[in-house]
């Protein structure tokens, strides 16, 4: 299973969610085909959509045969040529057979946003919770295990960072809950209900963070990421290999790597003002959580900000608070990961 947030407020929508690297019925597996479904899209300036579960069948013919059928590709071309997309999707999805699938989608009418979701069968995984002046809505990929695991998340990281309603401070939210827990790699660790912890779960939240932005305004996309195949530099294509078990053991390389991707994202959307000066004070909030946290080191944080500023022309403060000579050269020379080194960086800027 995916996961997939939402997020509404009187003035923005917000949807983020991770990355399928296996294509076959979104599942995960080690016979599947390894390419890339990315769940969270706009459809127009008005609606996105992020999907979940089983969208894929096989329909089997009395000689034998089978045909590949993906209900999935069929609503997303009737859905771009409908002027109403909510009122397609209802009509598309619920008790459609062969389908475990469910929508969670944002929908913008008179500038005003609404969050919900629609399903071929019941979701009793989907979880709705306000803050403020913030509604948002994410299922619960451990539910079995856990029923409340990423609103627990989102809760405690909110507080924990104390966090406004601001755009900054959404997309900072939704991004970090979701990097967190791909970053935990292919197995983690979850209390259950009951108290009890189990260890060592299977863990179907991976690939990166996606994360698309709706405003007022209709004349931007606001797309903060880019397709796979298509970024030479960020989102781990061509230089680290998504799948390998270096990931799992170096969690700061993902980090890295979704911070190059907010970069990028904040110089796309350059022609709107308000995303771009929100994501400027989400990146610069997302490096000093990177470093109080502990998650990268500081000397490569600054050696990361140089070279930013050097190739994107923009101007990122460095860490204030940076290791003592002597106990940078011991902590260089105890460091058996060596995973994160100048020349390592530089693939991903």
């Not at 781990?236 to 170096?250: A, E, G, S, V």
Request: charged letters at 30%; aromatic letters at 10%.
């Amino acid at each position: 299973m995916t996961l997939i947030i939402g997020c509404i407020t009187s003035e923005f929508a917000v949807l983020a969610g991770d990355t399928q690297l296996t294509v076959g019925d979104l599942q995960r597996g080690t016979d599947l085909k390894r390419e890339v479904e990315i769940k969270v899209s706009k459809y127009s300036h008005r609606f996105m959509m992020g999907i979940l579960g089983k969208w894929s069948w096989f329909s089997c013919a009395e000689n034998g045969t089978a045909t590949y059928i993906n209900d999935l590709d069929i609503l997303k071309r009737r859905i771009q040529n409908n002027d109403d997309e909510v009122g397609y999707l209802k009509e598309f999805l619920p008790n459609r057979q062969n389908l475990d699938a469910t929508a969670i989608f944002i929908d913008k009418k008179n500038d005003q946003f609404t969050l919900d979701y629609v399903s071929s069968k019941t979701d009793q995984d989907l979880s709705r919770i306000k803050m403020e002046q913030i509604e948002l809505m994410f299922n619960e990929p451990f539910f079995y295990y856990q029923k409340q695991f990423v609103q627990n998340k989102i809760l405690e990281f909110s507080k924990s960072n104390d966090l406004g309603n601001t755009l900054g401070d959404v997309i900072f939210l939704v991004n970090n809950i979701i990097l967190e827990i791909i970053a935990e790699g292919r197995v983690l660790d979850v209390v259950q209900d009951d108290g009890v912890p189990i260890f060592g779960i299977a863990n179907t939240v991976g690939g990166y963070v996606t994360i698309e932005v709706m405003t007022k305004d209709d004349h931007h996309i606001n797309c903060l990421y880019r397709p796979y195949i298509y970024d030479y530099n960020t989102l781990l294509d061509r230089r680290t290999y998504p799948f390998c078990l270096f990931l799992d053991k170096h969690k700061e390389i993902r980090y890295l790597d979704n911070m190059v991707m907010l970069i990028k994202g904040s110089l796309a959307v350059d022609n709107d003002k308000l995303v771009r000066n929100e994501l400027l004070k989400c990146i610069v909030k997302q490096l000093t959580y990177l470093s109080d946290s502990g998650i990268i080191k500081n000397y490569i944080l600054n050696k990361f900000i140089d070279l930013i500023n050097e190739k994107y022309d923009i101007e990122l403060d460095k860490i204030a608070k940076e290791e003592k000579k002597e106990a940078l050269n011991l902590m260089l020379f105890l460091d058996e990961k060596e995973a994160v080194d100048l020349d390592y960086i530089k693939n991903f800027i």
